[in-house]
């Protein structure tokens, strides 16, 4: 099946900070998504991503679609203690499921 | 917008019992919804696929007789687990999408521990 490796798997940072994670696939995607975990929680919808190429923000987010269609990256700028939490990465084809990353746990230090 | 509501948040049961859980699109009308199962300290593990009216379609390996799933309408899904083990003890984790059906949205989850 398809597969996707997303690095890294933690990061601890200091508060204000930028951060960067990426995700790949040997399988190329229509689309991929960028979701955010709090312990206890649900996975919350960051950002979609459409077209290969397409680089979007949110806030201080910013994901882009690979020219490939194969990868994709997130990066965070200027973090805060807010910002911790696991980020996952998904793909999705046409088929309407998505496959997700092991994810990327990411720890702020204030 | 887009809000998913899961009840219960968490549930306790014995061993050989049934539980049910309720995932609820708030705002919109969900053609799929997405069952999945997380671990501790894992990624997300689909179980099933549901398109309202039809069938669930479940992913190798999952017990369809073991994890029913019922997709009654545009906004309502439940996942019945039946005889319960402690080894079903999971975060059970719902999804739902409409138009758009590769943006999912996620309900908060059901922490299930079977004793």
């Known amino acids: 099946g398809q597969q996707l490796n997303q690095s890294p798997q933690s990061m601890f940072i200091q508060e204000g900070e930028d951060v960067s994670m990426n995700c790949t696939s040997s399988s190329i995607f229509n689309t991929w998504l960028w979701y955010k975990q709090e312990p206890g929680e649900g996975p919350v919808l960051l950002i979609a991503?459409?077209?290969?190429?397409e680089l979007t923000s949110n806030g201080r987010l910013t994901a882009q679609f690979g020219i490939t269609r194969k990868d994709s990256f997130l990066n965070i700028s200027a973090s805060i203690p807010s910002d911790v939490g696991i980020y996952f990465c998904a793909g999705n084809t046409n088929a309407g499921k998505s496959t997700f990353g092991d994810g990327t746990t990411l720890t702020v230090k204030p | 917008g887009a809000v998913v509501s899961q009840h219960p948040s968490w549930v306790i049961c014995k061993s050989g019992t049934s539980v049910k859980i309720e995932c609820r699109s708030l705002d919109f009308q969900a053609t799929t919804m997405f069952w999945y199962r997380q671990f501790p300290k894992q990624s997300l593990m689909l179980m099933a696929t549901s398109n309202e009216g039809s069938k669930a379609t479940y992913e190798q390996g999952v017990e369809k007789d073991k994890f029913l799933i019922n997709h009654a309408s545009l906004t309502l899904s439940t996942l019945t687990v039946t005889s319960a083990h402690p080894e079903d003890s999971s975060f059970y984790i719902c999804?739902?999408?409409?138009?758009?059906?590769?943006?999912?949205?996620f309900g908060p989850g059901t922490r299930l521990t079977v004793t």
């Open positions: 991503l459409y077209k290969a190429g």
């Open positions: 999804s739902a999408s409409s138009v758009r059906y590769y943006e999912q949205y």
